[in-house]
């Protein structure tokens, strides 16, 4: 078994680093994803025989994220995101370009992000992964996914440009 193990563990490596950038995103705190991560792992070694097949990055993705929610839950009394309670709507502002921010600030406007938009927005944006693969790690449905991307940028546009004019007074 410590040969299948050994074998397992090597389709899992390359994506070490995805795993901690999404963990570092949910958790907000790099010891934490850290710990979360090698935490992800051992479930993931552990319970590699449930992998049917398929894209082993977004099983492992979808483990380091129930790993972050179960952390967040147990440490800091995350309850989970009611998106119709807290969705909203939002005046249009000014459209501003995020790349015109430093990744600094940028960053911080993320963080200011709920988890749930954090997640989907880092998955798709720096992970480059699909709305398919998306809902496939996060156990939502396709339009689920795609609101909250949509949500998540229309928050940054709105946080950017606050952000902006704020700076201009």
């Not at 563990?9 to 850290?34: C, F, K, M, Q």
């Not at 991560?37 to 990055?57: H, M, N, P």
């Given at each position: 078994?410590?040969?299948?193990?050994?074998?397992?563990?090597?389709?899992?490596?390359?994506?070490?680093?995805?795993?901690?950038?999404?963990?570092?995103?949910?958790?907000?705190?790099?010891?934490?994803?850290?710990?979360?991560?090698?935490?992800s792992?051992?479930?993931?070694?552990?319970?590699?025989?449930?992998?049917?097949?398929?894209?082993?990055?977004?099983?492992?993705?979808?483990?380091?994220?129930?790993?972050?929610?179960?952390?967040?839950?147990?440490?800091?009394?995350?309850?989970?995101?009611?998106?119709?309670?807290?969705?909203?709507?939002?005046?249009?502002?000014?459209?501003?370009?995020?790349?015109?921010?430093?990744?600094?600030?940028l960053?911080?406007?993320?963080?200011?992000?709920?988890t749930?938009?954090?997640?989907?927005?880092?998955?798709?944006?720096?992970?480059?992964?699909?709305?398919?693969?998306?809902?496939?790690?996060?156990?939502?449905?396709?339009?689920?996914?795609?609101?909250?991307?949509?949500?998540?940028?229309?928050?940054?546009?709105?946080?950017?440009?606050?952000?902006?004019?704020?700076?201009?007074?």
């Amino acid at each position: 078994m410590a040969n299948r193990n050994d074998s397992f563990g090597d389709t899992l490596l390359p994506h070490i680093d995805a795993a901690y950038n999404l963990a570092r995103w949910l958790v907000r705190d790099v010891s934490d994803a850290e710990d979360v991560v090698q935490e992800s792992y051992v479930r993931a070694l552990k319970y590699g025989d449930t992998f049917a097949g398929g894209d082993i990055k977004s099983w492992m993705l979808r483990i380091v994220r129930n790993t972050c929610y179960t952390f967040l839950t147990k440490n800091r009394g995350w309850t989970e995101f009611d998106e119709l309670e807290h969705g909203g709507t939002f005046d249009d502002a000014e459209e501003v370009s995020i790349a015109r921010l430093d990744a600094e600030r940028l960053s911080t406007l993320l963080m200011q992000l709920p988890t749930e938009y954090r997640e989907v927005l880092i998955l798709r944006e720096i992970e480059d992964l699909s709305y398919r693969e998306i809902s496939q790690i996060a156990d939502v449905p396709v339009g689920t996914v795609m609101s909250r991307i949509a949500r998540a940028r229309k928050r940054l546009r709105a946080a950017a440009t606050e952000q902006i004019g704020a700076e201009r007074s």
